[in-house]
């Protein structure tokens, strides 16, 4: 019961807002501690900037996530399409039995056994990021299931999400999410994947713009 509140509480983007809300608390206190110009000595800013951190945190996570989702049904059950994605029984049972090292190097003995799915290598960098907090290992591997030659469209969309999430989320790294969240719209500019970046994108370019929660 828990983790099934906890993967909502995610899911409703609380965890990008906890982050945005470290990030801006970090800057706006080396602001006022440095004594940049409109902000220089103004403690009583950063309660204020945690709370827009959080905020916009929020609401990008959220636009991703429900981007992410709807890919995540194409990806894990693309009998909408008249296929149907190979299932390994073995290895799933391994993740119910909460073995998730294991499965994920299962995960990933299979795809170098398949050298043209992404799908194992999407699984395995799912088990790194939810179940072995290995962000570093995640990104890997869902850049490498991007990357498989001739890979879906949904595994190429579906990746590209997670690695946009994992900048913008336990890797902390707000400009290779903005990178990354360009070339989702370069790549797939008329998917709903590339709607709800370009939302996104709006988001974190507007505390840079001039004038905008007390910033120089």
């Not at 989320?169 to 990178?179: F, K, N, Q, T, Y």
């Amino acid at each position: 019961m828990e983790s099934r509140r906890y993967v909502a509480w995610i899911h409703r983007g609380n965890l990008h807002g906890v982050w945005g809300a470290i990030v801006m608390v970090i800057w706006t206190g080396i602001a006022t501690t440095l004594g940049f110009p409109g902000v220089g000595g103004k403690l009583w800013l950063i309660p204020i900037a945690a709370l827009i951190g959080f905020a916009m945190g929020k609401a990008i996570g959220y636009t991703l996530l429900t981007a992410s989702g709807a890919t995540a049904q194409q990806v894990y059950a693309p009998a909408a399409k008249g296929t149907y994605a190979q299932t390994f029984s073995q290895i799933e049972t391994l993740e119910a039995r909460g073995l998730y090292a294991k499965a994920a190097d299962a995960w990933e003995a299979v795809a170098v056994s398949q050298p043209g799915n992404a799908f194992p290598l999407i699984r395995a960098g799912e088990l790194y990021l939810r179940k072995l907090n290995e962000p570093g290992k995640a990104l890997d591997r869902f850049r490498m299931a991007r990357e498989t030659p001739g890979v879906r469209a949904e595994h190429h969309r579906y990746a590209s999400l997670k690695i946009i999430d994992l900048h913008l989320g336990p890797l902390a790294d707000e400009g290779r999410g903005l990178v990354e969240l360009r070339r989702l719209i370069e790549q797939h500019p008329d998917s709903r994947e590339a709607e709800s970046a370009r939302e996104a994108l709006a988001r974190l370019k507007r505390p840079s713009e001039p004038g905008e929660s007390g910033a120089p």
